[in-house]
């Protein structure tokens, strides 16, 4: 077939295009919305509503902290969904567990997770829970998340039109910046100083658009507020605006001066040497609305305490993607591959014996 996978990380939108969706199954008239690159949920009509889905998986690191992680777990599952502009309702997961796992660490995962669905409004439904030989961290199982709504609430990049504004909130590499503080805290605080790493560590937990999502749609939908949103996880930035242009058969075009950037995340990734922009975002949610309420969706995701700017707009589809950087423009490619999985890895091998504290 002529394909060839990535070294790590998601398949390339060539191993998609080719492989995946020309075999998705039986067709159904009832599918609003399939498996495309840039859509982030898939959502079907069911009677007089519409149901969003999406499929994750299970992510628990034990260096995190089984509480810690079993949070992130439950907001990487949720962060895809509410890009639909509805909300979560239901979840069905399946542990695949290692055999290390002992009763007590299960019950702090299997507590946070509980806690977390509460707090969303989420019911978990139905599941699969065991431990297995060769199953292992951090991907340990898989979940559905749903969430439902009436036809005139969800949103997708098809409804997207030139013109409309294109908002990011948080700024490039959160969850890289995230996960580098968390997992390294000895080598950042030696590096920058306590104050400095506490405040990098702190990043941890705005690794989800949740409440970004939810906030930017309740400004309304469609011809009132948001017409697409993008959760920016592998290949960062540059590649979740390639992906909504994509989807939405347009051009974006971006000034990249103008995005906002959360404290520690440049002086983390220097040191990491990998692009920010580039590097693995949970957190970072793309958003794309009317221009008329552009400035009233900025402001309310300011009082949630969540930064964002307006960076550009959706230009015509020949103008592919545009990235003005210190007023030049140039063309911009997806990224392909995410820098941050060799980084990390490396750093593993390189400063892992720093934070168990062997010399």
Same mark, same amino acid.
Request: charged letters at 25%; glycine letters at 8%; a negative charge.
């Given at each position: 077939?002529?394909?060839?996978?990535?070294?790590?990380?998601?398949?390339?939108?060539?191993?998609?295009?080719?492989?995946?969706?020309?075999?998705?199954?039986?067709?159904?008239?009832?599918?609003?919305?399939?498996?495309?690159?840039?859509?982030?949920?898939?959502?079907?009509?069911?009677?007089?509503?519409?149901?969003?889905?999406?499929?994750?998986?299970?992510?628990?690191?034990?260096?995190?902290?089984?509480?810690?992680?079993?949070?992130?777990?439950?907001?990487?599952?949720?962060?895809?969904?509410?890009?639909? %502009?509805?909300?979560? *309702?239901?979840? #069905?997961?399946? $542990?695949?567990?290692? =055999?290390?796992?002992? !009763?007590?660490? @299960?019950?702090?995962?299997?507590?946070?997770?509980?806690?977390?669905?509460?707090?969303?409004?989420?019911?978990?439904?139905?599941?699969?829970?065991?431990?297995?030989?060769?199953?292992?961290?951090?991907?340990?199982?898989?979940?559905?998340?749903?969430?439902?709504?009436?036809?005139?609430?969800?949103?997708?990049?098809?409804?997207?039109?030139?013109?409309?504004?294109?908002?990011?909130?948080?700024?490039?590499?959160?969850?890289?910046?995230?996960?580098?503080?968390?997992?390294?805290?000895?080598?950042?605080?030696?590096?920058? %100083?306590?104050?400095? *790493?506490?405040? #990098?560590?702190? $990043?941890?937990?705005? =690794?989800?658009?949740? !409440?970004?999502? @939810?906030?930017?749609?309740?400004?309304?939908?469609?011809?009132?507020?948001?017409?697409?949103?993008?959760?920016?996880?592998?290949?960062?930035?540059?590649?979740?605006?390639?992906?909504?242009?994509?989807?939405?058969?347009?051009?974006?075009?971006?000034?990249?001066?103008?995005?906002?950037?959360?404290?520690?995340?440049?002086?983390?990734?220097?040191?990491?040497?990998?692009?920010?922009?580039?590097?693995?975002?949970?957190?970072?949610?793309?958003?794309?609305?009317?221009?008329?309420?552009?400035?009233?969706?900025?402001?309310?995701?300011?009082?949630?305490?969540?930064?964002?700017?307006?960076?550009?707009?959706?230009?015509?589809?020949?103008?592919?993607?545009?990235?003005?950087?210190?007023?030049?423009?140039?063309?911009?490619?997806?990224?392909?591959?995410?820098?941050?999985?060799?980084?990390?890895?490396?750093?593993?091998?390189?400063?892992?014996?720093?934070?168990?504290?062997?010399?």
């Amino acid at each position: 077939m002529g394909i060839k996978l990535p070294d790590i990380g998601k398949i390339s939108p060539e191993v998609f295009n080719k492989l995946i969706y020309p075999r998705l199954g039986a067709e159904k008239e009832e599918i609003v919305l399939g498996p495309e690159h840039g859509v982030d949920a898939g959502i079907v009509e069911i009677g007089n509503k519409v149901v969003a889905l999406t499929t994750d998986p299970v992510f628990i690191v034990p260096e995190y902290g089984f509480e810690r992680a079993a949070w992130f777990a439950v907001h990487i599952l949720v962060s895809d969904v509410v890009t639909s %502009g509805l909300k979560p *309702a239901y979840m #069905a997961i399946d $542990l695949n567990l290692p =055999m290390k796992i002992t !009763e007590e660490e @299960l019950e702090i995962i299997w507590k946070r997770i509980h806690l977390e669905c509460k707090k969303l409004g989420i019911a978990i439904i139905c599941g699969h829970t065991a431990r297995y030989e060769n199953c292992y961290y951090p991907m340990v199982g898989g979940a559905t998340v749903l969430a439902i709504g009436d036809r005139d609430d969800y949103i997708t990049p098809k409804m997207v039109r030139e013109g409309d504004k294109v908002i990011i909130t948080k700024g490039p590499a959160i969850e890289a910046t995230g996960i580098f503080a968390t997992m390294f805290p000895k080598l950042i605080e030696r590096e920058f %100083g306590a104050t400095f *790493a506490q405040k #990098a560590e702190g $990043l941890f937990y705005k =690794m989800s658009v949740v !409440e970004d999502a @939810l906030t930017a749609c309740n400004m309304g939908v469609r011809d009132k507020g948001v017409t697409a949103m993008h959760d920016a996880t592998e290949c960062g930035i540059w590649g979740g605006l390639y992906e909504i242009a994509q989807a939405s058969n347009l051009g974006i075009k971006v000034d990249k001066d103008k995005i906002v950037v959360e404290p520690c995340v440049k002086e983390i990734c220097s040191y990491f040497r990998i692009d920010p922009y580039k590097s693995i975002s949970e957190g970072t949610l793309i958003i794309v609305c009317k221009p008329h309420k552009v400035e009233e969706i900025v402001k309310t995701l300011a009082q949630k305490k969540i930064p964002s700017s307006v960076v550009g707009e959706m230009v015509d589809s020949s103008q592919g993607m545009i990235l003005i950087e210190e007023r030049k423009e140039r063309r911009m490619k997806h990224p392909e591959v995410d820098p941050f999985w060799n980084a990390f890895y490396e750093a593993l091998r390189k400063y892992g014996p720093l934070e168990k504290g062997v010399k």
